[in-house]
């Protein structure tokens, strides 16, 4: 009977308040569209309008293109220097915590708040400088390709300008002239697509290395990649790892750090690197409010499983930073046989080129052969320079899986 006393009031209540307005245009739904019926005929695309389309010869001379001159560590470097996120954890890591703290507890939040915004600016800064690397051999590769490209161009050529001439001398037209002729076009797309991607990658590599993106010319990577010849232990490379990277040594320098002084900015520090541990530190700071630091045995208590969770997420921590070393230890040393193997495709090309450069020098009519021979000690040097370039890629990721790129020390 209450309730429907209730429901009765509540819908009195609203009727008066629904009265009490102006009622509200009732909006007719839109007419549902009509579209014709059709078969299925579509209209060919219509490219006739472009007059200025490349020619089958020579290839057309590229625009003169100003280049700056960068070397793999000046690059490194200025991409340490220039992370942003590194920069503003730096900045927050220096500002006022805006608590009272007696002076000597002042100094010790102080120095925990100080090493770790160097430690996680640390990170930033190794992950930027990764980054800027795996960019600039990308555009030294893209580079080389393009010298590369401009060769096959001109053995394409020259092969097409004979194949003419034996169509001048009554010869019948065969496929290959055809065949020609679409490598020349493709190569023509290839070398569109080329300059397209080096102009991006740029755009990207000066804006990690704070050059003004509005630098007209591109950066022209100065260094000679050399495949180091020792083979990279997988072992050792888990034990600097876990020696050098910032995210293991911020976490011990917590774990030695915590007192009863510097708990409340640990803990804020540990919920930052492990969110999930965020309701745990929130329910210790409800229970035990503002008095944890003149109660010694409830001090005590929580400052030992403060550490207790520190050197435990520091242990899960190590586990997955040495599999991510030897994952990126065995990439290596894959790319690494790969570029072996490519070396070994681009010396047989290099061999058969060599044979016939002798034949056509002793007077035997191996034109042809000679010039289709270096077509495809090209396509090997293309394939050998991408192998190169991915096993650097691969060096560069595991220095920066191993927080090599960019340096920092505890509590300095």
């Not at 695309?45 to 001379?61: F, K, M, V, Y």
């Not at 805006?98 to 640390?122: E, I, K, N």
Request: net charge neutral; charged share 25%.
């Amino acid at each position: 009977m209450r309730a429907v006393l209730v429901l009765g009031t509540i819908v009195g209540f609203c009727t008066l308040t629904a009265g009490c307005r102006t009622p509200m245009p009732v909006r007719s739904a839109p007419p549902a569209a009509a579209l014709p019926v059709a078969e299925r005929q579509i209209p060919a695309p219509d490219a006739s309008a472009i007059t200025d389309l490349p020619s089958l010869g020579a290839a057309d001379p590229l625009p003169p293109v100003g280049y700056y001159r960068l070397t793999a560590e000046e690059c490194r470097q200025l991409a340490c220097d220039n992370s942003s996120l590194a920069n503003l954890i730096v900045a927050g890591a220096g500002a006022p915590s805006g608590r009272a703290f007696s002076h000597g507890a002042s100094a010790a939040v102080d120095h925990v708040r100080a090493f770790t915004g160097r430690f996680l600016a640390q990170e930033a800064r190794n992950r930027a400088a990764g980054a800027a690397l795996a960019l600039y051999y990308k555009i030294l590769e893209l580079e080389l390709q393009s010298d590369v490209l401009a060769n096959s161009i001109v053995e394409l050529v020259a092969m097409m300008e004979i194949n003419e001439k034996l169509i001048e001398k009554g010869f019948k037209q065969t496929a290959e002239g055809f065949e020609l002729k679409k490598q020349r076009i493709e190569l023509e797309a290839d070398r569109t697509r080329l300059r397209s991607a080096l102009q991006k990658l740029n755009a990207e590599l000066k804006s990690l290395l704070a050059i003004d993106s509005g630098t007209p010319g591109l950066l022209l990577p100065a260094d000679q990649v050399r495949v180091v010849p020792d083979p990279l232990d997988p072992e050792q490379a888990v034990q600097l790892g876990l020696m050098r990277r910032a995210d293991l040594n911020l976490l011990r320098c917590l774990a030695s750090s915590v007192d009863h002084r510097t708990l409340q900015t640990v803990r804020k520090a540990l919920v930052g690197i492990a969110p999930p541990l965020a309701a745990v530190v929130q329910a210790s700071e409800q229970l035990v409010p503002t008095l944890l630091p003149f109660i010694s045995a409830m001090a005590k208590a929580e400052v030992a499983a403060t550490r207790a969770q520190l050197l435990g997420l520091l242990q899960d921590r190590e586990r997955e930073a040495a599999k991510e070393i030897r994952t990126a230890a065995e990439e290596w040393t894959t790319a690494r046989a790969l570029v072996a193997i490519a070396r070994l495709r681009f010396q047989l090309h290099q061999d058969r080129v060599d044979d016939l450069v002798k034949k056509s020098a002793s007077g035997q009519g191996v034109e042809a052969e000679l010039r289709k021979a270096k077509l495809e000690w090209l396509k090997a040097e293309s394939e050998l320079i991408g192998e190169i370039a991915k096993w650097k890629r691969a060096d560069v990721k595991a220095r920066e899986t191993m927080g090599l790129l960019c340096d920092g020390e505890c509590g300095k």
